[in-house]
């Protein structure tokens, strides 16, 4: 049986890792400054994430979710300490469109409409409803969704006002990345997170904070969304969840009730996810995981000024868009063919930085350094 040739795929097919460091099969080594789509937040093969794996993998991996599992309520426990957010509730799923799939779902059993406000260049994941809220025509448009789209432009404040001046009364949710991630790392303002708040109570409208890549600690803060403290009502998180294990979820405010039936998973919150989870909080809070985001994406800001072809820096810690004034495809080969360096990209001049969040100030020079080189005759 054949593949279904969806992905573009690079030659290179890696057999081992360790922080932020691939080997491939032929003993080649890469630094890896993706992650995979910021999945490796704590590192590839962190020995307290491996190790209390392996202890998970010796009692149950797995039991479905009709009997009592305390490591559900440890991770919640973990998760209200390390992100500050004790008073929300936990619901665990496996990705990060189906956590929005699920958030999109409580909007509208909140409000009892099915309006969404969204944002150009979000990206919100791969199942219909989350497909519907990205900006993408071309995947979305065949799709026929269960809700009705409103899109308008990030950091926008005459059509955020507008759009809730002639529609709020339809919507039932709004949906806006923590920190846009696909879309090519653009921040909405922290005065736009408040005014979107605030038109939130106003229309009694469920605000969503998608916090999939911003997430666990990426930006230097647990949440993207925090820089503007505010309280969304319901926020959704993966990839850097599980440092690579499926795992996603979404945290849901006090004011949101449950009733039984209103969601439901198979595999989510499972023991080995909740373990996986877990242990990325440890790691992230016993090694100021936050902390060092903070710093090397400061070295890595200072650093990026003397390269003049980089337009502009956006993002935060370890959440980085370098906008170049060319076409960086030609680059990012380079850095990965010769250079040994994984990259991400956004459009065609965006390179996406999305590495561990414990990567070394010398691992984050030798980027520097390798770019400032290969753009020294842009
Ligand atoms: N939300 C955001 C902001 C994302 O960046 C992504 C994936 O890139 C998703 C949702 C979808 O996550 P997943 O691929 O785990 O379904």
Redesign the pocket.
């Known amino acids: 049986m054949k593949l279904f040739p969806v992905y573009p795929l690079f030659d290179i097919e890696p057999v081992k890792a360790q922080g932020a460091t691939l080997w491939d099969k032929k003993g080649d080594t890469y630094l890896d400054l993706y992650g995979g ?1 910021a999945v490796i937040s704590i590192g590839h093969n962190h020995p307290h994430y491996v190790e209390r794996i392996k202890e998970q993998l010796d009692k149950i991996v797995f039991y479905s979710n009709s009997v009592q599992n305390p490591l559900q309520e440890e991770l919640a426990q973990k998760l209200g300490e390390l992100s500050g957010l004790e008073e929300y509730a936990l619901f665990l799923c496996n ?4 956590a ?1 799939e699920n958030a999109l779902k409580i909007a509208s059993f909140q409000t009892q409409k099915k309006k969404i406000l969204c944002f150009d260049k979000a ?4 199942t219909s409803a ?1 497909v519907a809220v990205t900006d993408n025509p071309k995947i979305q448009a065949p799709l026929n969704q269960g809700h009705e789209i409103v899109r308008i432009q990030l950091n926008n404040f005459q059509a955020l006002e507008y759009a809730f001046a002639t529609q709020g009364d339809e919507l039932a949710g709004v949906i806006i ?1 923590g920190i846009q ?2 879309g090519g790392i653009h921040l909405p303002s922290a005065e736009f997170l408040v005014a979107l708040r605030n038109l939130c109570n106003q229309y009694n409208v469920i605000l969503i904070l ?1 916090e ?2 911003s997430g666990y600690g990426r930006s230097g803060n647990f949440f993207g969304f925090q820089r503007a403290n505010i309280h969304p009502d319901l926020i959704t998180m ?2 850097g969840m599980g440092n690579g294990f499926p795992v ?1 979820g979404v945290l849901i405010h006090p004011k949101i009730e449950a009733w039984s039936g209103m969601l439901g998973t198979t595999f989510g919150g499972n023991h080995l996810a909740c373990v996986a989870a877990t242990a990325v909080l440890e790691v992230i809070e016993s090694e100021n995981l936050m902390d060092n985001a903070l710093k090397i994406g400061a070295q890595w800001k200072d650093a990026f000024k003397a390269i003049s072809p980089i337009k502009e820096v956006r993002g935060e810690g370890l959440m980085l868009g370098l906008e170049f004034d060319f076409p960086i495809k030609a680059l990012r080969e380079k850095l990965l063919f010769e250079h040994h360096i994984f990259t991400g990209y956004s459009g065609t001049d965006v390179i996406r930085l999305l590495p561990p969040l414990n990567l070394t100030k010398e691992e984050a020079a030798r980027f520097a350094e390798t770019l400032h080189k290969l753009t020294a005759n842009h």
Do not use: M, T
């Open positions: 789509h990705s990060g469109a189906e929005n990206f919100h994941g791969r989350a990345e991630g696909v998608d999939v890549q993966a990839k996603g």
